[in-house]
């Protein structure tokens, strides 16, 4: 079968100059692999669609927390048809199902996945292949990362890279249960966009006066909880903005720019804290039905057309040898590879 | 009555060149104030012997979370005798005792202040007035930072300044708990002092292959709390060395230069956490039973000479105003001011 296949195994041994995918070639190759096989309570799905995440980008790099293996497909989640099962009851009954599915631990940039099948979803007709290749790793960052919002108390959060499909499915999230999301942007353009999902503020954060207005906003709205994908200093300066216990929480870095803590008396006399989200430590701590009502939230939000994913580009997998870089560059949308 | 008087109010308006205290004159002055006068559940006391604390240094450079107040005394604990109260049955009842006290909110460095009769703790005969003096900030402080090591389950956990008063309070009781520190110092004479006391392992944090040797401690000993009253760079690579699930805690800022964190990627893929301690808000948050039985801990640690406090230098206010910066700077015990 074909696949796009790491060249490379383990974590990155120098820090990158850039943390976006510039260059296929040196990290994957355009080549065949055997057949996967399943094994007990595993599939084997033929996949239709596969997306492409900011994870994988850092996952082929090695900058993600996970290790890479030379010789395996990379992707991470994808769409498919369940065609052959490894045995167990609940991998028997998944045959001939159309399921959104998460790699195990790897490999949905080929013709055909092995997965676990307790992490297959059967989808119902109603959810479109681009919706259900990207349901998991997105959708269920998007609810357990609101929910620590719900829980934290405040109707205001922020966020920051606030035009990425994440931050589209938690600001209408937001949106429809009342609360009050402050997205932060670097183009004016994604202002009224964002406002028209639900956002309540969004700033651009190149502006000269940032730090300026977000502090005015803060000191009204009190956001607790930053969510954010960049990590650099201009999200230093955002949570050296926020008021008493403030939460840092990261869950992405898409910029080389070390953080400076500007002022650590703020965790001492202000109760502020800097943690980090992952969906992997979320998926293993968290109760299996806090688990299943996330995934059914997913499922019922693209089913009825409360979330969408916007398609920037559809790729053969010899295609996105050429121009994943480049597609994945273009801003507002998802890029998906076609096996 | 004579005390050291703040001559300015409010925060410090820009970020200092030095965290140590060097000019006593542009922030205090020796002077004439009011005797204070004890409300209701309130006790007047006059200081026999007061502590200087590293909180306090800050608090009178405008660098504390508390608003300075401008003609007040300055000093936040000491030790004296109860000559009068506002009324209420707890204040009444101290009258004639000698109590370590924390001042409400400060003015230990005078011949009398006020305090809340709640926050008084009468002593026994066998703990000296040098111990009684520094009985509050970080004698608590110590066992509240401890137990939540001991909360965090490893037996291991690092300290940074570990020569500091406090630092030997929390290393002396984690050797009786069956507990193994990791103190971190900056000369190489405090090493032996550190061992003898109970610190599994020291580190000049100044060697050139510091962080390499503290690797190999982290891949062993696993600790899993860092409690730090640095948050300098040196900081900032202790805890990007330390395992999965680190804490940061910092509690203190003994150094102007800005920690910069170094793998953002740490907090999301291996769950550390960067956070504060503040004596404040622990006793805000506490329940009574486990603040009364932190400061029995402290009163029978004193009594049996299990602790005891380094004296450096005892000083009138008059001398206090002339050399207290000089003493302060000399390493491995405490300053003390008797009004």
């Not at 109760?271 to 992997?280: C, P, V, Y």
Request: proline letters at 4%.
């Amino acid at each position: 079968m074909k696949a796009l296949i790491l060249k490379e195994g383990g974590f990155a041994t120098k820090a990158p100059e850039s943390i976006q995918l510039t260059d296929m070639a040196t990290h994957l190759t355009f080549g065949e692999l055997d057949m996967p096989e399943a094994k007990e309570d595993q599939v084997v799905i033929k996949v239709s669609l596969a997306s492409v995440n900011p994870s994988d980008e850092m996952f082929i790099q090695g900058l993600y927390g996970q290790k890479r293996i030379a010789g395996k497909a990379a992707g991470f989640e994808g769409v498919g048809e369940v065609v052959s099962s490894g045995g167990g009851a609940v991998a028997d009954g998944l045959k001939g199902l159309r399921v959104a599915f998460a790699a195990s631990p790897q490999g949905a940039w080929a013709e055909y996945v092995v997965a676990e099948a307790a992490t297959c979803i059967p989808l119902i007709d109603a959810v479109r292949d681009e919706d259900g290749a990207a349901m998991i790793v997105n959708p269920l960052t998007a609810i357990a990362m609101f929910d620590l919002v719900k829980k934290e108390g405040e109707k205001s959060f922020i966020v920051s890279a606030g035009a990425s499909q994440l931050c589209k499915l938690m600001i209408s999230m937001a949106k429809d249960e009342g609360y009050s999301p402050i997205a932060l942007v670097r183009r004016d353009e994604q202002i009224d966009l964002l406002k028209g999902m639900g956002a309540t503020h969004v700033l651009n954060a190149e502006n000269g006066n940032f730090v300026e207005e977000l502090s005015g906003i803060c000191r009204n709205d009190k956001p607790r909880v930053f969510l954010d994908a960049v990590a650099n200093n201009t999200s230093a300066s955002v949570f050296n903005t926020m008021g008493r216990g403030a939460r840092w929480v990261i869950y992405g870095k898409l910029d080389t720019e070390l953080p400076t803590i500007q002022e650590p008396g703020q965790l001492i006399f202000m109760q502020k804290q800097i943690e980090g989200f992952w969906l992997t430590s979320w998926m293993m701590t968290t109760p299996m039905e806090e688990k299943v009502a996330a995934i059914q939230t997913a499922q019922t939000r693209f089913a009825t057309g409360e979330w969408k994913t916007d398609v920037t580009a559809i790729l053969s997998l010899e295609e996105a040898m050429e121009s994943l870089p480049e597609e994945l560059a273009k801003p507002n949308g998802k890029v998906f590879i076609k096996p």
